[in-house]
Nanobody, 121 residues
Framework: QVQLAESGGGLVQAGGSLRLSCVVS????????MAWFRQAPGAERELVSA????????YYQNSVKGRFTISRDAAKNTVYLQMNSLKPEDTAVYYC??????????????WGQGTQVTVSS
């Protein structure tokens, strides 16, 4: 099993920044990719960004390109999502996820509990 624990959410004004962290524990050897998803009220969950466990390949949703950066600290088994120039439409619950086989999929194998990000206008 893989356990994921997110932190770093909060309330920020439009144009501000937040950094989300996801600490990964358990059977990390089975992980192929890590991702950040988000789900806004009344909306479907969407893939925001992802990175392979080796850190080589990344993916960003078009709406966050140039504003968000995903990274991984191998020594700390932690994945980060640096979010800059935040917009009210970024408001959502953000989830960290891990998958054993794919990068770009909505069906990740393991999930964190989520952290709320609220961007005020």
């Amino acid at each position: 099993q893989v356990q994921l624990a997110e932190s770093g959410g909060g309330l920020v004004q439009a144009g501000g920044s937040l950094r989300l962290s996801c600490v990964v524990s358990g059977r990390t050897a089975v992980i192929y990719a890590m991702a950040w998803f988000r789900q806004a009220p009344g909306a479907e969950r969407e893939l925001v960004s992802a990175v392979t466990w080796n850190g080589i390949t990344t993916y960003y949703q078009n709406s966050v390109k140039g504003r968000f950066t995903i990274s991984r600290d191998a020594a700390k088994n932690t994945v980060y999502l640096q979010m800059n120039s935040l917009k009210p439409e970024d408001t959502a619950v953000y989830y960290c996820a891990a998958d054993r086989n794919q990068l770009r999929t909505n069906r990740y194998d393991y999930w964190g509990q989520g952290t709320q990000v609220t961007v005020s206008s």
